[in-house]
C-alpha cells in the first residue's frame, strides 16, 4: 500500500493469479458508515469517481470511498493473456479486493461494465450489497451502443496532447454528450489516455477490443434479467444518460416496475455513461445517505451462480 497524496491512498493488492490491482481509498479507514466501493466501465479506471469520491469522503459524514482500477486499466497491471479480460475474472478480483481491504458490506456503484459486475456481485454474495448506483447499464443492452463502442476501443490514434485528445474524443462520442462544456470532455479524455514521459499513453490495455470482437451483434444479445432481480433486497438508484444508446428508457422503465426500492434519474445533455459529478453526484450521496438513515433491510435472497454469456461493455 503506496502513493499517497491530499486526497487519497493507492493500495495494491494481489488477485488470486498473483497479478497486481490497484484501487483508490479515499476518506476515513474504520468509521460508523457502510463504505461505498466504485466500479467503472470496461475501459475506464478509478479517476471517473474521483469528484463523487470527494463527495462521500469530505463532506458531512465523511465515509470511505474505494475506486476500483479492474486488471489492465489504471494503474493495475496488464494481463498477458487478453481473455482474462472476462466478468468472471473480474468478478474474482473484485472479491479479493475487498476481502483484502476488509470490506464485508458495501454500497456499490457501478458504471457501465461495473454494474454488470455489481448485478454477478448480487448473485453470488448478495450480503456484501447494502445498496446500489447503476450508471447507464441495465439488463438488456442495445447494440448499437456495443456497435459505437467497439469502433473505437483500441482503434483511436495517439493523441499530441489533451486539446488533440477532446477533439478526437468528440469524432466518436459528440452525439452521446451534446452538452457537454471543456471541463467535461477533459473529464472524459484523463480517463482514456495519461501522460507519461510528456506524451499521452492509453489508461488501459488495447487488447480490450479483442473480446469485443467475438460479439455477434447481428444476434440478439442475451439479457440479464435473473442478475437484475439479484439486486432486489438492495435500495437501487438507476442513472441514464438522455442520449444513451446503450440503456434505453423502455429498459429503465421495464427496471422500476420489476425492483420494488427503485429510483432513477436521467441526465440531460448526456449518453454513455454520465459524469459523476455537480448535481448528479449530490443526488447520489443523498440517495446513499437516505438509505444508511433508514436501516431498513430486505431479507437477502440465497446466492446463486451468475451466467457466463455476459457481453462485454465499456464506458464512454
Avoid at 165 to 177: E, G, H, N, W, Y
Wanted: proline fraction near 7%; charged fraction near 25%; glycine fraction near 8%.
Amino acid at each position: 500500500m503506496t502513493e499517497t497524496d491530499e486526497s487519497y491512498r493507492s493500495l495494491f493488492i494481489s488477485a488470486s493469479d498473483g497479478l497486481r490491482l490497484h484501487a483508490r481509498d479515499y476518506g476515513p479507514i474504520a468509521g460508523a458508515l457502510t463504505p461505498v466501493v466504485c466500479l467503472p466501465g470496461l475501459t475506464r479506471n478509478a479517476i471517473d469517481f474521483h469528484d463523487l469520491a470527494l463527495a462521500f469522503s469530505q463532506g458531512e459524514r465523511p465515509r470511505r470511498t474505494l475506486a476500483v482500477d479492474y486488471r489492465g486499466r489504471g494503474l493495475s497491471d496488464r494481463d498477458s493473456d487478453w481473455r482474462r479480460y472476462d466478468l468472471q475474472v473480474e468478478l474474482d478480483d473484485l472479491l479479493q479486493v475487498l476481502a483484502a481491504t476488509n470490506i464485508p458490506e458495501a454500497v456499490f456503484v457501478g458504471a457501465s461494465r461495473g454494474g454488470l459486475i455489481t448485478m454477478a456481485l448480487a448473485a453470488v454474495r448478495p450480503a456484501a450489497i447494502r445498496a446500489v448506483v447503476l450508471n447507464d447499464i441495465g439488463p438488456v443492452i442495445e447494440p448499437q451502443g456495443l456497435m459505437r463502442i467497439r469502433g473505437y476501443v483500441g482503434k483511436m490514434p495517439k493523441p499530441r496532447n489533451f486539446d488533440d485528445a477532446i477533439a478526437i474524443l468528440k469524432t466518436v462520442s459528440d452525439r452521446q454528450f451534446p452538452a457537454l462544456d471543456d471541463e467535461g470532455w477533459r473529464k472524459i479524455a484523463e480517463g482514456v489516455w495519461h501522460s507519461r514521459n510528456g506524451k499521452l499513453e492509453l489508461s488501459y490495455d488495447p487488447a480490450l477490443m479483442k473480446g469485443l470482437t467475438l460479439l455477434d451483434l447481428e444476434k440478439p444479445l442475451p439479457t440479464l434479467w435473473p442478475l437484475f432481480d439479484a439486486l432486489k433486497h438492495a435500495p437501487t438508484l438507476a442513472i441514464r444518460g438522455a442520449h444513451s444508446d446503450l440503456l434505453s428508457g423502455s429498459t429503465l422503465a421495464a427496471m422500476a416496475k420489476r425492483h420494488p426500492r427503485f429510483e432513477s434519474l436521467t441526465v440531460e445533455g448526456q449518453g454513455h455513461t454520465p459524469l459523476l459529478d455537480g448535481v448528479v453526484a449530490e443526488r447520489i450521496v443523498a440517495f446513499v445517505d437516505a438509505r444508511e438513515i433508514s436501516g431498513r433491510r430486505q431479507a437477502v435472497p440465497e446466492p446463486a451462480m451468475p451466467r457466463a454469456d455476459a457481453p462485454l461493455i465499456g464506458g464512454a
